[in-house]
């Protein structure tokens, strides 16, 4: 199975940078993804990582290191519109040719100015 | 593409009614997944589908759930009885093979009274 820790809630101000933790234990790794999920509405695809190291799309980095089973989210230049949960979420090798993603329980980020 | 298309948005039920939850994935995509999402446990896997097999039920809760996929354009959530802690947002997402990112519908909130 996988157990996957995110921090409930962070606060930040408009134009810092913040950095959204997630440790996770699973059976067989492939793969890490952070979504983005504004209230009411649906989750939207973020980032995805499988070998160790840093990916960035402008705003949004994601980092991985698979030994130590940790990954963060590193957002720059925090908007307001950046309010939003974010979910961390592993994909393991299951028996089959493709496996689900399972999701943490999500960090909630408030952006103030 | 509409991206994934769920119906209803809302449902408002009785406890012990049947409830049935509708989507259709994105064309070509040939696997879906059935999440559901509350404040305490977070976005769950209930089931997935790859090429209108189900996959793995693991997530299904209990007998009262059942979920079908007759053709690749088609699936259903169904839930009978209802009772009050099926209240939650109802997800269903889909994705072309291993591709890293799935695309979420609007969600059915569902209140259980």
């Known amino acids: 199975g996988q157990n996957i820790d995110q921090p409930t809630e962070m606060t930040a101000t408009e134009g810092a940078i913040v950095q959204i933790n997630c440790t996770y234990q699973?059976?067989?790794?492939?793969?890490l993804f952070w979504y983005q999920q504004h209230a009411g509405e649906a989750p939207t695809f973020l980032s995805y990582?499988?070998?160790?190291g840093l990916e960035e799309k402008g705003r949004f980095s994601s980092f991985l290191s698979r030994s130590k089973g940790y990954s963060y989210l590193l957002l720059k230049e925090l908007q307001m519109k950046d309010s939003a949960s974010y979910l961390c979420?592993?994909?393991?090798?299951?028996?089959?040719?493709?496996?689900?993603?399972?999701f943490g329980k999500g960090t909630t980020l408030s952006v103030s100015s | 593409d509409a991206g994934v298309i769920q119906s209803p948005r809302h449902e408002v039920t009785e406890m012990g009614q049947e409830v049935t939850l509708r989507c259709k994935p994105i064309?070509?995509?040939?696997?879906l997944f059935w999440y559901r999402q509350t404040m305490m446990r977070g976005l769950e896997l209930l089931i997935y589908?790859?090429?209108?097999?189900?996959?793995?039920d693991s997530g299904m809760p209990e007998d009262r759930f059942s979920a079908k996929m007759p053709n690749a354009s088609f699936s259903t959530l169904k839930i009978q009885p209802s009772e009050p802690r099926d209240s939650a947002v109802y997800f269903c997402?889909?994705?072309?093979?291993?591709?890293?990112?799935?695309?979420f519908g609007q969600g059915t909130r569902l209140t259980v009274v």
């Open positions: 997402a889909s994705r072309v093979g291993q591709g890293p990112e799935a695309f």
């Open positions: 699973t059976s067989g790794f492939n793969g």
């Open positions: 990582n499988v070998l160790d």
């Open positions: 979420a592993v994909r393991d090798r299951g028996n089959q040719a493709g496996t689900a993603l399972i």
């Open positions: 064309s070509g995509h040939d696997y």
């Open positions: 589908f790859n090429n209108n097999v189900p996959i793995d």
